[in-house]
């Protein structure tokens, strides 16, 4: 079955660009009707959707981080990637990438997830 | 942009009672919205989809109810393996979750 690993550094510094890329096994990016999605949750917080990338490459994004935020997708390497930009402690979280699958009808649902990894801002 | 309100935020009850959380959309999103389960330390799990489809596998003692803007999450009977925070989630117009329910046994 599907699965999702998020990678990438685990510190990053104050004003600089956070990078993580979902790798996707068991299936291929570009199969299906999903949007491949990042989601983070600040330590004890609750979930923030942070973005969405579709299987044709249009994205959507949360209004309060779109002018930080780029979701990109590499089908060769069956990867996806979020970029956020100008870091501050308050990005601080784990980081999770989801595939947000459609059911029919009109019905949606995160049905995989990765694991998800622990980005700390700070110098 | 759509907000989803939980209540309660936090809830204790005993191993075979009947749990209920509720989760109200500030706006009509008819029926797109989920529900997930989150355990310590672990990623969250779909359980509900579209206000009141079971997801493949899960326990049928979980289920959903609502359109509009007021939704019910229900356990026929909690056991102890529910114990997790649980969060609504809405799709109607790009994605926004509830703050989330914590559920603990009493």
């Known amino acids: 079955q599907v699965q999702l690993q998020e990678s990438g550094p685990g510190l990053v510094k104050p004003s600089q660009t956070l990078s993580l890329t979902c790798t996707v096994s068991?299936?291929?990016?570009?199969?299906?009707?999903?949007?491949w999605t990042w989601i983070r949750q600040p330590a004890g917080k609750g979930l923030e959707w942070i973005g969405r990338i579709y299987t044709s490459g249009s994205t959507n994004y949360n209004p309060s981080l779109k002018s930080r935020v780029t979701i990109s997708v590499d089908t060769s390497k069956n990867q996806f990637s979020l970029k956020l930009s100008s870091v501050t402690a308050a990005d601080t979280a784990v980081y999770y990438c989801?595939?947000?699958?459609?059911?029919?009808?009109?019905?949606?649902?995160?049905?995989?997830w990765g694991q998800g990894t622990t980005v700390t801002v700070s110098s | 942009d759509i907000q989803m309100t939980q209540s309660p935020s936090s809830l204790s009850a005993s191993v075979g009672d009947r749990v209920t959380i509720t989760c109200q959309a500030s706006q009509d999103i008819s029926k797109s919205l989920n529900w997930y389960q989150q355990k310590p330390g672990k990623a969250p799990k779909l359980l509900i989809y579209?206000?009141?489809n079971l997801e493949t596998g899960v326990p049928s003692r979980f289920s959903g109810s609502g359109s509009g803007t007021d939704f019910t999450f229900t356990i026929s009977s909690l056991q102890p393996e529910d114990i997790a925070t649980y969060y609504c989630?809405?799709?109607?117009?790009?994605?926004?979750f509830g703050q989330g329910t914590k559920l603990e046994i009493k």
């Open positions: 989801a595939r947000d699958r459609y059911y029919g009808s009109g019905t949606y649902g995160m049905d995989v």
């Open positions: 989630q809405q799709y109607d117009n790009l994605i926004t």
């Open positions: 579209g206000a009141s």
């Open positions: 068991g299936g291929s990016i570009r199969s299906g009707n999903y949007y």
